[in-house]
């Protein structure tokens, strides 16, 4: 399934680039939580968490869009994608970050320093991933690179086993894409093993916990937020 995903954002980056810059389909529906409202309020929320001004878009995706917006907000802003188109057009849509972003594999072992970023965003990639590789490689990689105190924001399509749908964004009668569904609390206590903590709301008016939301395919998504313990190096 990684290599079909692959495939895909060769043969659509461009397209998937200019929908994620227009941010269109990045607004929520079937939303948990009314300020649930779509890309940038997840955004928001994520730099609020940050404890400091390092971050690492995990799985950046065509143009890198993230990238760009966490450096206009004075972030230490790293992105990777396993896709080399999609960091070719991330580096000539913006040339401020071109030394910032790079191609690397989720299934492999980071290029940085244990508790190297203050913020990763992992968005809509372990669903491209087999559950072999998040849980062997994927989330133990991640927490490593995460400093104490550090959060992750980790959003999936949610669910057990394969999904074959029909995505209309792309043509007249869409593309065809499978994905890797996956259980939050199986993750949830995964990454607890790398000695993460789920972030709680701080009252009924804000974001924090396990949140869900439905996209235009239309697929389920599970979102939250994890903090490294402040006692954990690696």
């Known amino acids: 399934m990684q290599f079909e995903s692959l495939d895909f954002y060769r043969e659509h980056g461009k397209r998937y680039s200019q929908m994620s810059h227009e941010f269109s389909h990045s607004q929520y ?31 950046c995706g065509a143009g890198a869009r993230d990238v760009a917006l966490l450096h206009s907000r004075g972030f230490e802003a790293y992105g990777i994608d396993a896709v080399e188109e ?96 996956y259980g939050e609390q199986h993750l949830l206590d995964l990454l607890k093993d790398c000695g993460c903590t789920l972030v709680e709301a701080d009252n009924d008016q804000s974001l924090g916990g396990l949140l869900y939301f439905t ?6 998504y599970c979102i939250f937020w994890v903090r490294k313990n402040q006692n954990r190096s690696g």
């Open 215 to 220: 996209d235009h395919k239309p697929m389920r």
């Open 86 to 181: 999609n960091i070719d057009l991330g580096r000539k849509l913006h040339p401020e970050i071109a030394d910032r972003i790079s191609v690397a594999d989720l299934r492999k072992p980071l290029q940085f320093e244990s508790g190297f970023f203050d913020l990763i965003l992992c968005n809509a990639v372990i669903q491209h991933l087999s559950p072999e590789d998040v849980e062997s490689t994927t989330i133990p990689e991640l927490a490593r690179v995460l400093a104490p105190g550090g959060v992750l924001q980790l959003m999936f399509k949610v669910g057990s086993g394969i999904a074959e749908v029909s995505d209309p964004a792309f043509g007249t009668d869409g593309v065809d894409r499978l994905f890797q569904l």
């Open 29 to 59: 529906d079937e939303i948990s939580h009314p300020k649930l409202t779509g890309d940038m309020a997840v955004l928001n929320h994520a730099t609020d968490l940050a404890s400091g001004k390092r971050s690492l878009d995990a799985g």
